[in-house]
């Protein structure tokens, strides 16, 4: 879908910005200032504002057009401004946006109808984040020990509450996510963190058989880490994790926030280690840019998580819910998903010619993929986004590529040539 009147006029972004009825918006220099006055100050932006988007292209005020090749961290799957997306977005929110989760929506019930039906999952709960979907997952995992064991709410005596988790592994920034993400600086300065939490090397088997035990009650884990540099798990890793589980009834806990959605070209990322979890979390993309986010279960763990026990003002109203159906309706298909693995080899290939001494490693699956270089690759986001590309980054070293999954070859190219050309230029 095109934005007509957005189009910026060539040499008046402002006129054209005026001409939407956005006469009186602050100028960029006003938005920053009082940015730095107003918020609190976590994150560190260029000196942009995007006020628009349409499919693999994002607009700034200034009327500068930029390539994404972020998504807004692995989110936009159908891409800016979807026409499907929005048109049910508006209709919806011309009916009913929001009641709480006190009643039945419809939207609701379909959208958990369609996370069971495509997954192993037999009920599903809804967040509002990955982060969220993070906590639900230990919570019902200590619930479901607790349960399984006979043990009374209040005995002190019981033990099984353990979570084992990964380096490198990022689960998300509320107190019990980072209590489970491995880097120091998102932990460290927030405790007393979650007790019981114990991490092994990822894809270190013999390291997290000495750490899950009789008390663990669920082991956590992305099958391919995202923010920890798009890095996948072996195999023979999460068939280890699973046995391991088995062995001491703890729950297997897949986090798929980042990877899962069609990211990897499939489904779920899981699907191709043939690996089955008891609860795997998703968010980012589920609701095209609204905020959602799901814990899905098996009927076992569901069993054990009784009236009360667990709530949300807001997971899945109307309005997201309906939004998300839109979205996984379309990303489920064979067809969607050939589409991602296609794009993503010769996003692979195009990276694998350029053969630049400056690349290390290239790795990943899908639209999925990791670029790590010899150096820091923050000068090299900065020169692409000067170019018109915005790239991401995981990790210092890494560049985290994850377009929107529409993104087509003549796209790729374009992403491709400015990355090589920021990389040979970077010093
Ligand atoms: C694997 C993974 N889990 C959880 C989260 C947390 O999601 P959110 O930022 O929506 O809370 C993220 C976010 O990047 C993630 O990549």
Redesign the pocket.
């Known amino acids: 879908m095109t934005h007509p009147i957005w189009e910026p006029a060539p040499g008046a972004p402002h006129a054209v910005a005026a001409a939407a009825g956005h006469a009186d918006a602050p100028s960029d220099a006003e938005l920053f200032a009082t940015a730095d006055r107003v918020l609190v100050g976590t994150y560190a932006r260029p000196d942009i504002v995007l006020s628009h988007g349409d499919g693999v292209w994002l607009w700034d005020t200034a009327g500068r057009k930029y390539l994404d090749f972020g998504s807004g ?2 989110v936009m799957a159908l891409g800016h401004s979807d026409p499907e997306w929005a048109a049910a977005v508006a209709d919806q929110a011309a009916r009913l946006t929001h009641v709480s989760n006190l009643y039945h929506t419809r939207w609701q019930i379909e959208l958990a109808t369609r996370l069971v039906a495509h997954s192993f999952a037999d009920r599903v709960f809804f967040n ?7 906590e639900t997952a230990i919570k019902f995992a200590r619930r479901y020990a607790r349960r399984a064991a006979g043990a009374g709410d209040d005995d002190p005596s019981f033990a099984k509450t353990g979570l084992v988790a990964f380096g490198h ?6 107190i019990g ?1 980072v209590s489970i993400t491995a880097k120091p600086a998102y932990r460290l300065p927030f405790g007393p963190l979650l007790p019981g939490v114990a991490f092994a090397p990822y894809n270190d088997l013999a390291a997290a058989e000495a750490l899950v035990g009789p008390d663990t009650c669920a082991v956590v884990v ?1 099958p391919i ?3 920890g540099g798009i890095r996948a798990a072996d195999p023979a890793f999460l068939h280890g994790l699973r046995a391991l589980c088995d062995r001491h009834g703890a729950l297997l806990v897949f ?5 899962g959605l069609g990211r990897t070209g499939t489904l779920w990322a899981h699907e191709a280690f043939g690996v089955t979890p008891d609860i795997m ?1 998703v ?2 993309p589920l609701a095209g840019g609204l ?1 959602i ?1 799901a814990t899905l279960v098996a009927e076992r763990v569901a069993g054990a998580i009784g009236v009360g026990e667990h709530g949300s003002t807001f997971a899945a109203g109307p309005l997201v819910a309906r939004a998300a159906c839109v979205v996984f309706d379309r990303i489920r298909q064979p067809a969607f998903l050939a589409h991602v693995r296609d794009t993503g080899k010769h996003l692979r290939d195009r990276i694998a010619a350029l053969a630049s001494p400056r690349v290390v490693d290239v790795r990943g699956s899908g639209l999925f993929v990791g670029v790590e270089l010899d150096r820091p690759v923050k000068p090299v986001i900065d020169a692409a986004r000067l170019q018109g590309v915005l790239f991401i980054a995981a990790g210092t070293h890494v560049i985290r590529l994850c377009p929107p999954l529409i993104v087509g070859r003549a796209d790729v190219d374009l992403a491709v040539d400015t990355l090589g050309a920021c990389i040979a230029a970077a010093a």
């Open positions: 961290i692995a509002n984040s990955g982060a969220e979907a993070t592994g990022f689960h998300g920034r509320t996510a992305e880490q995202g923010e986090d798929e926030v980042q990877c979390t968010a980012k905020p986010g």
